[in-house]
């Protein structure tokens, strides 16, 4: 039997529905919540999703912002911005647009945010209060791939999960997300032997590295539920033999999906949950400053 196909499109429209709600509600009672992105140099791809956050920033009433400085801004200036933006009570949260140019210390400038701003919850202090359970705010892919799991209906505690790919942002919080749930946790990395004999053990598959289709059908446990947080660029050729560029995941979705019983898609999936997340995590910073003040 086919898969389950997790429709990350239609979840985030439910979670923008809920945030546009809570906007609105602060809105009228605290002042406008305001998101402040940085954007340094003109990086196509951190420009172009400032755009998609500026669009659904607005479809939920949230006040967006862009300030975009040179290619040329020194570590110094970057982290003044950031202070100014800190400093400044109307502005509830601040993304800074990645890749940064290489002069600057990419994460020293994530310090640098206020935890309490950090909207997408990659501040170091983020990251470290989920070893405690109880995170200021959480990365947003990391919920993005929680909240998959949740949709998918398999019960987590006593699970066998594997989570391939430990980045500080994706792969460890989601492996802590996991453990505070009371699944049993394989952590995958590049130096993992016989990554299959781990990946055909799982209940629940989570694959955040950055390989173009890396799982495939011999990785996976039948009717295991499979997450795939890998958007992969690569060049393909169509009917007539002419090379086209399509954006894949680090799982073979079409081999998988005969096998798993539930799956994300790539485009469709992880991708646009992650910016339903950012938009709920915006307003979830606004609330904990208003508490802060208290």
């Known amino acids: ?25 602060y809105n009228a009672e605290h002042g406008q919540i305001k998101l402040c992105a940085v954007l340094v140099g003109t990086d196509s791809a ?3 999703y400032a755009d998609r956050q500026r669009r659904l920033s607005t479809v939920v009433g949230v006040w967006y912002e862009l300030v975009e400085l040179p290619e040329q801004t020194s570590q110094a200036e970057l982290l003044a911005q950031i202070d100014r933006l800190n400093a400044d009570a109307t502005v509830t949260g601040i993304i800074l647009q990645l890749p940064l140019p290489e002069h600057i210390d ?14 997408e919850g990659v501040n170091p202090a983020n990251i470290g209060w989920l070893f405690y359970g109880e995170p200021i ?5 990391a919920l993005a791939v929680t909240e998959m799991i949740r949709r998918s209906g398999v019960t987590v505690r006593g699970a066998n999960a594997v989570v391939v790919g430990q980045s500080r942002i994706v792969g460890k919080p989601v492996t802590m997300f996991l453990l505070d749930q009371l699944a049993t946790v394989t952590g995958c990395h590049i130096a993992t032997r016989d990554l299959a004999a781990h990946t055909r053990a799982a209940d629940i598959l989570v694959v955040a590295v950055g390989k173009p289709h890396l799982i495939g059908v011999d990785h ?18 169509d009917a007539n033999g002419k090379l086209i560029r399509r954006t894949v995941g680090d799982v ?21 949950l992650t910016v339903a997340m950012l938009l709920r995590n915006t307003v979830e910073a606004a609330r904990k400053q208003l508490r802060r003040k208290v």
């Open 106 to 119: 990419t994460a020293a400038a994530q310090y640098r945010i206020d935890p309490y701003k950090d909207v």
């Open 220 to 237: 996976v446990k039948p009717g295991a539920v499979v997450i795939d947080v890998g958007i992969n660029r690569i060049k393909t050729p």
């Open 46 to 48: 951190g420009r172009l």
């Open 252 to 272: 073979d979705f079409e081999a998988v999906a005969h096998v798993a019983a539930a799956i994300t898609p790539v485009p469709g999936g992880v991708g646009p």
């Open 1 to 25: 039997m086919p898969a389950k196909v997790l429709d990350g499109d239609a979840y985030a429209a439910e979670i923008r529905a809920n945030v546009t709600r809570a906007v609105a509600r």
């Open 137 to 141: 705010i959480a990365p947003c892919t």
